[in-house]
């Protein structure tokens, strides 16, 4: 695998790892404010951001895998699953919450995907 593909898997995973811990472990105290959600709606929203960031604990893990695993058709292939997860999951979260995320998380995997494909 390119290294330039390396690069933007490991960015997207970390992107992910941080956004894991915002939406479970740092929700109440920062991942609320990061996420613009008033106050007097963090308890409420708890468990379904707790849920929502297992789903992106997920899909850091499936990208760590594609950098730790070392047969290359492997690791390829959790690489574009990843990536490709990703890429579509930032475009609903554009779509549905705001167009910020399709930068944040799109655009990185998108480069990921064209790195690792064409390099």
């Avoid at 490709?84 to 655009?107: D, N, S």
Wanted: hydrophobic share 60%; glycine share 6%; with cysteine.
């Amino acid at each position: 695998m390119h290294i330039v593909a390396q690069i933007f898997i490991a960015l997207v995973c970390l992107i992910h790892v941080y956004i894991f811990l915002l939406e479970t472990v740092l929700f109440k105290k920062r991942g609320a404010k990061v996420f613009g959600i008033p106050q007097a709606e963090v308890e409420s929203r708890a468990v379904a951001m707790s849920n929502q960031g297992c789903y992106n604990g997920f899909l850091a893990v499936a990208l760590l895998l594609a950098l730790v695993v070392p047969d290359p058709s492997i690791a390829k292939a959790f690489a574009t699953y990843g990536l490709a997860c990703v890429a579509v999951a930032g475009i609903w979260g554009a779509a549905t919450v705001m167009v910020r995320i399709l930068y944040i998380q799109t655009v990185p995997a998108v480069l990921g995907l064209t790195a690792l494909f064409l390099l």
